[in-house]
């Protein structure tokens, strides 16, 4: 055992390499300007409403506000002016992205940590929960039941700092799954695009990532705050270093990754300063790369086992996490938005409007879909979640709530498997040219999942949106859509609901 933390110990002391920190600073600093956040956060002059409908109604373009334009729209204190903020965001989501909802689903594959973060269950220090890291044929059977038994075709895998869970271990987890093939009512159930949250890594760790076929690289910094951070992540730590979570993303893009996604975890610091800093972050990196995050998720902190939250003093109400996220699709307007299952369904139908993605049937156990399995015969299962989700529902019951509010859930990947992704697809989403396409795909893909997985009450409702769907695209040819394109995608419906599957444009 004194050997084995001895190696953990060496391994964790060479995870950070600080050339690949100081390689994106500007002139030794960070783009976290601290006292820009603050000079911003101090003014408390309410705004001219007519430059709040300004620069909200921009959000249409897809163009990021500077941090200066999103203190503005902070500083509302007008209910009904926040009331046309809202819908804003939601005409700004419509634009971009349509009325399309992306589901997925989180893996967890291990929660062995070095790190001890004061609010996670994971923390290395916490005695109360078992540690586990799957094997290769457990991973494989969990997005087994997640493909074949939900219906689910995007996973994020998860994964605590270890070296028993380092970057070969996650290629190699990603690699397993996109071999699964498990049959259903009619055709297969398989993961096409497998996402990863995981621990930042150096350049060439992200490479192997790449090699095996990510889909987005998941970071969240937590915290922007210094001081926060330094309270939290003790300095004898990995997570400790600051600037090493902040630059992952950068790394990221560095390493071919074109597909990033960011986040905070919302109530360690003042939520404000928090998307202030995510605005810089997003603009350094269209600085440097030329394209901003892919994604932006709003998990707000929620309980954690034996985790004591008694020193957290900006927690967010329901109110500014409503302002949070309709400040985040305005701010980074071409971004998807992702609100999870930390959510209660009350909330998460209250800002589904600005969102385009969300998770269901959600279990956040290190094997938790199969100890949902053994749970259902009677069997007893260890604990082992990270924190308390709000929705536990099933996605065939979110997909049948969706639908009720107008929404079709969308499986589509396949621009990522045509090419289009990074700086290609966002440049095709503010054009709006990509959503043609993924109007389409999601059709396709909507009427695949209806059925191999609807319940009869889903499939009712399901129709009756992709009925919507097709007056919608019908009435867009021969604008939008060539006679040619409309035709051939009516046939590949059709042949969709004869037994053929993954049919995409």
């Known amino acids: 055992m004194v050997h084995e933390n001895a190696a953990i110990v060496e391994w964790a002391s060479n995870v950070i390499k600080q050339d690949e920190i100081d390689r994106y600073l500007m002139d030794g600093k960070d783009f976290v300007d601290d006292a820009r956040i603050e000079r911003l956060l101090a003014d408390q002059t309410e705004p001219d409403p007519a430059l709040v409908r300004e620069i909200a109604n921009a959000a249409t373009s897809g163009e990021t506000l500077t941090p200066e334009q999103t203190a503005i729209l902070m500083r509302v204190t007008d209910e009904s002016l926040w009331e046309e903020m809202f819908a804003a965001a939601a005409k700004a989501k419509r634009a971009i992205y349509d009325n399309r909802v ?42 087994a039941l997640l493909a074949g038994k939900i219906g689910h075709k995007r996973l994020v895998i998860v994964f605590g700092e ?64 210094r001081t926060t951070y330094s309270e939290v992540h003790p300095a004898n730590t990995v997570k400790g270093n600051f600037r090493w979570r902040l630059y992952a993303l950068h790394r990221a893009m560095e390493a071919g990754i074109d597909d990033v996604a960011m986040g905070a975890l919302f109530g360690l610091a003042d939520w404000r300063f928090e998307l202030l800093a995510m605005v810089m972050h997003t603009r350094d990196l269209e600085r440097l790369f030329s394209i901003g995050v892919h994604t932006v998720s709003v998990p707000r902190i929620e309980p954690a086992e034996n985790t004591e939250f008694s020193w957290l003093k900006n927690r967010v109400s329901d109110r500014d996490f409503k302002r949070l996220v309709c400040l985040i699709r305005l701010s980074i307007p071409s971004a ?18 600005m969102c385009t993605q969300r998770d269901a049937s959600s279990r956040i156990g290190i094997g938790a879909y199969a100890d949902g399995e053994k749970e259902d015969k009677g069997e007893q299962t260890g604990e082992r979640q990270q924190f308390i989700l709000g929705d536990t529902r099933s996605l065939d019951e979110v997909i049948c709530e969706l639908a009720s509010m ?3 859930t969308s499986f589509c990947t396949a621009g990522y498997r045509c090419g ?28 695949e999942w209806l059925e191999d997985f609807g319940s009869p009450e889903t499939k009712a409702i399901g129709a009756k949106i992709v009925e919507q769907e097709l007056s919608e695209i019908a009435a867009r040819t021969p604008g939008t859509y060539s006679e040619a394109m409309h035709k051939n995608f009516l046939a590949s419906l059709e042949l969709i609901k004869r037994g053929e599957r993954d049919l995409y444009f």
């Open 420 to 447: 289009r992704t990074g700086k290609k697809i966002m440049g095709l989403l503010k054009s709006g040219q990509e959503g043609c396409f993924c109007k389409l795909n999601a059709v396709l893909t909507f009427q």
């Open 102 to 143: 992306v589901t997925f689903a989180p893996l967890y594959c291990g929660d062995l940590c070095v790190n001890d973060c004061a609010y996670c269950g994971f923390r290395k220090s916490n005695e109360a929960i078992d540690r586990k890291v799957l094997s290769y044929a457990a991973v494989e059977r969990e997005a």
């Open 336 to 353: 998807g938005l992702i609100v999870t299952c930390r959510e209660k369904p009350e909330m998460i139908r209250d800002v589904i409007p």
């Open 162 to 225: 270890h070296p028993a869970t380092d970057a070969d271990y996650i290629a190699e987890c990603m690699r397993r799954i996109y071999t699964v093939k498990v049959p259903t009512k009619v055709g297969l159930g398989v993961i096409r695009r497998v996402n990863v949250n995981a621990a930042p890594m150096s350049i060439d760790d992200m490479g192997k990532l790449q090699k095996a076929g990510i889909g987005t690289f998941q970071v969240f910094q937590e915290t922007y705050n």
């Open 406 to 408: 107008g929404y079709i």
